[in-house]
């Protein structure tokens, strides 16, 4: 097994339950249907049902997805260092500095940037449960420019 990537909670050979996958995400049931199915089609992951009716959905990588995460993590660090590079380094050390201060490593420690969100009282978000993660990849969909779909 791999060793765990700190963007990533899980190893890309670990199956996930496509059910968990709105939660681990932040991104709404819709935005994780539309992404497995392009993931699938391309033949980056395989969906697979369990082997008795009550099994849920399970998503794992391919060879070519786990290819496609490893470039991803090798690429990273290369663009963060060509933006030190191009704006320098204590211009990039402010940004990320400042935007630590929004975010951290705990979930429960999310407030600041989740209050930021937090709907108007009487409005019907209000009446939605208060999301648990924010989407490390908001995807716009069709229906409009909100992570949850709406």
Known sequence: MAAMDRRYPLPAEQPVLVRDLPLLSGASKEAVAFATGFLSRHGYAT????PSRSSRKTLVLTARGQSAREVYVDLVPVIESRWHGRFG??????LQTS???LVTESPEDLLPLIRGIEPQPGN?????????TLPY?????????YPDGS
């Not at 380094?89 to 402010?94: F, N, Y």
């Open 47 to 50: 969906i697979a049902a369990g």
């Open 99 to 101: 935007l630590q201060t």
């Open 89 to 94: 380094s204590g211009a990039i050390d402010r």
């Open 124 to 132: 019907w978000r209000s009446e939605l449960p208060r999301p648990g």
């Open 137 to 145: 990849f908001p995807l716009v969909l069709h229906r409009g420019g």
